[in-house]
Structure formats: structure tokens, C-alpha cells
T-cell receptor, first 114, second 117 residues
Framework: NAGVTQTPKFQVLKTGQSMTLQCAQD?????MYWYRQDPGMGLRLIYY???????DKGEVPNGYNVSRLNKREFSLRLESAAPSQTSVYFC?????????????FGDGTRLSIL | AQTVTQSQPEMSVQEAETVTLSCTYD???????LFWYKQPPSRQMILVIR??????QNATENRFSVNFQKAAKSFSLKISDSQLGDAAMYFC??????????????FGTGTRLQVTL
């Protein structure tokens, strides 16, 4: 009964380092999403994957890459971390084309880049 | 593109009282969904309530209800009999009805609710 699981929960990086945030869901959802949350700005969509094998840019994709490894897993990679990427990152998942079905969120990853 | 505005950065309510959080949105679409999510200090994003734009009846979930005014593009959340556990950040979110193969959400900036004794 895990829902959406994100790892790690906390991470500190130095500028220029790379990092992959992992996300897995066990609800058989088709679609998965990555958001970042910054103070005073709500959640903003970075990338999403409508279904296995597809990925698309969201509102703030610069500096990130994603991989939809299989139906369960969707990872977010920072190739060369920058202080502006300090944020809390949320992964979410939902069914596709199911009217009104809400997204289910993981517990977030707090990422600090020095 | 759709936008969601929450004009109250912070609100405070006494335990057992009622509080209303405001949300307005801008869209040219006629069919869509609106959500309220709660984020307690634990950082979890918890769905509170959902409203379908094509339904005139306001959604209710126990102590939580909405006032959905489609013409005014307003979607406020009313919390009745407030409890200490209601203290959290509340986010309003919009989802298009016709989103192809994904259900992307557009979030407001949030309202932090404090509950006092």
C-alpha cells in the first residue's frame, strides 16, 4: 500500500554535480509527473510522462532530463546542478483519460545545491 | 494557458470556527476540473476535494465544502468546525477536461492556514 515512493528524501549537492531522483508507483497508473515547489510559487510542472515510453516538457524543464523506465518508474536527472535548482521535488501519478481522477503524490525530495 | 490565483498567502482561524479560502482561475475552456490539496508540515500532498465544472452542485466532503461560481471563475474552500489538524498549506489546482493522454495540473501559490486555540 505504498502509493508513490520517492528516493531520496533529502540530498545536498555541490554546484556542478549530477543527481537522479527516483520515483516509483504501485497503483498501475499510466501517467507520471515531476513538479518542483518553491516558496511563494506553488508547484510547477517540470516534465511528465503520459504513458510508458513517452515524455514531454512541462512549464520549467530547463536543466532537467527524465526517463520513464517502465510503467512503475519515472526518474528525474539533474546533469549539472545549479543553486537555482534548490527546491522540493514531487513526483505524482494518475490514470490516463479517467475523467477527474486526481494525481497521487509522493512525499517529496528536499534538494539543496550549494 | 490557464492560471490559478490564491490571493490570501496566510489565513488564521480559531478552533471550531469556519474559514473560507479563496481561489480564482482564468481559462477559456468550458469543461475542466478543480481541486483543493492540503499540504501539512509533513510535506504530503493530500487531496481534499474535487469539483467537476459541468456539475452545478457544489462538492462536499465532511467538514470541507466548496463554493464554485463558474461565471465568476471562483472556487473557494470552506472548512467548518476547524480542527488543529487542519493547519496546513492549501493549494487550489486546475485540470483541463480535454488533456489528451495526461492530466496535468496547474497550481495556485497556496494559502497557509493557521488554527489557533
Amino acid at each position: 500500500n505504498a502509493g508513490v515512493t520517492q528516493t531520496p528524501k533529502f540530498q545536498v549537492l555541490k554546484t556542478g554535480q549530477s543527481m537522479t531522483l527516483q520515483c516509483a508507483q504501485d497503483m498501475n497508473h499510466n501517467s507520471m509527473y515531476w513538479y518542483r515547489q518553491d516558496p511563494g510559487m506553488g508547484l510547477r510542472l517540470i516534465y511528465y510522462s503520459a504513458s510508458e515510453g513517452t515524455t514531454d516538457k512541462g512549464e520549467v524543464p530547463n536543466g532537467y532530463n527524465v526517463s520513464r523506465l517502465n510503467k512503475r518508474e519515472f526518474s528525474l536527472r539533474l546533469e549539472s546542478a545549479a543553486p537555482s535548482q534548490t527546491s522540493v521535488y514531487f513526483c505524482a501519478s494518475s490514470f490516463v483519460n479517467r475523467a477527474g481522477q486526481p494525481q497521487h503524490f509522493g512525499d517529496g525530495t528536499r534538494l539543496s545545491i550549494l | 494557458a490557464q492560471t490559478v490565483t490564491q490571493s490570501q498567502p496566510e489565513m488564521s482561524v480559531q478552533e471550531a470556527e469556519t474559514v473560507t479560502l479563496s481561489c480564482t482561475y482564468d481559462t477559456s475552456e468550458s469543461d475542466y476540473y478543480l481541486f483543493w490539496y492540503k499540504q501539512p508540515p509533513s510535506r504530503q500532498m493530500i487531496l481534499v476535494i474535487r469539483q467537476e465544472a459541468y456539475k452545478q452542485q457544489n462538492a462536499t466532503e465532511n467538514r470541507f465544502s466548496v463554493n464554485f461560481q463558474k461565471a465568476a471563475k471562483s472556487f473557494s474552500l470552506k472548512i467548518s468546525d476547524s480542527q488543529l489538524g487542519d493547519a496546513a498549506m492549501y493549494f487550489c489546482a486546475y485540470r483541463s477536461y480535454y488533456t489528451g493522454t495526461a492530466s496535468k495540473l496547474t497550481f495556485g501559490t497556496g494559502t497557509r492556514l493557521q488554527v489557533t486555540l
